[in-house]
């Protein structure tokens, strides 16, 4: 199996700034993509961020110019800056892992999710 496990969630007000991390684990083959997604109360989940192993990256127009995705490949573990935060950014962040573990296709992983809570 793959796990990956998300810190950095809280409340933070308009304008204010935090880093998510999220870190995979398991029987890692190979992991091809990382990223962030996001669900809002009532709303469906949405691509926020994500980045290839080689380094190409992908933003949702909602947040380009504000958060900034990393990776740090040998650790398969990946970042994510959050800047001058709206309210509109509350919500659940969610780490997603498109790999393949030992003897198994390419799949989808998913972490528990942290909370992004953007109030004053």
């Known amino acids: 199996q793959l796990q990956l496990v998300e810190s950095g969630g809280g409340l933070v007000e308009p304008g204010g700034s935090l880093r998510l991390s999220c870190a995979a684990s398991g029987s890692i083959f190979s992991i091809h993509a990382m990223g962030w997604y996001r669900q809002a109360p009532g709303k469906q989940r949405e691509l926020v961020a994500t980045i290839t192993s080689g380094g190409r990256t992908n933003y949702a127009d909602s947040v380009k110019g504000r958060f900034a995705i990393s990776r740090f490949n040998a650790k398969n573990t990946v970042y994510l800056q959050l800047s001058s935060l709206k309210p509109e950014d509350t919500a659940a962040y969610y780490c997603?892992?498109?790999?393949?573990?030992?003897?198994?296709?390419?799949?989808?992983?998913w972490g528990q999710g942290t909370q992004v809570t953007v109030s004053s």
């Open positions: 997603n892992a498109y790999g393949n573990i030992y003897g198994q296709p390419p799949a989808d992983y």
